[in-house]
């Protein structure tokens, strides 16, 4: 890893570099947000089973 940085470093290409860093930031950024969003809906889902379970089981037809 060091020999591409150095290799950036030497041709003066800070530019690119700074780049390259702030795309691999967000995409790991969006990664994360993804990642959550799933567990977010996966937990939201199992409640309304749940809410869905509790409401069949206290029915309140005769």
């Given at each position: 890893?060091?020999?591409?940085?150095?290799?950036?470093?030497?041709?003066?290409?800070?530019?690119?570099?700074?780049?390259?860093?702030?795309a691999?930031?967000?995409?790991?950024?969006?990664?994360?947000?993804m990642?959550?969003?799933?567990?977010?809906?996966?937990?939201?889902?199992?409640?309304?089973?749940?809410?869905?379970r509790?409401?069949?089981?206290?029915?309140?037809?005769?």
């Amino acid at each position: 890893m060091s020999d591409i940085l150095n290799a950036i470093l030497e041709r003066g290409d800070l530019a690119h570099l700074a780049l390259f860093l702030w795309a691999c930031a967000a995409t790991a950024q969006a990664y994360l947000a993804m990642r959550e969003l799933g567990e977010a809906t996966r937990r939201l889902d199992a409640f309304v089973r749940e809410l869905a379970r509790f409401n069949r089981h206290f029915r309140s037809d005769p």
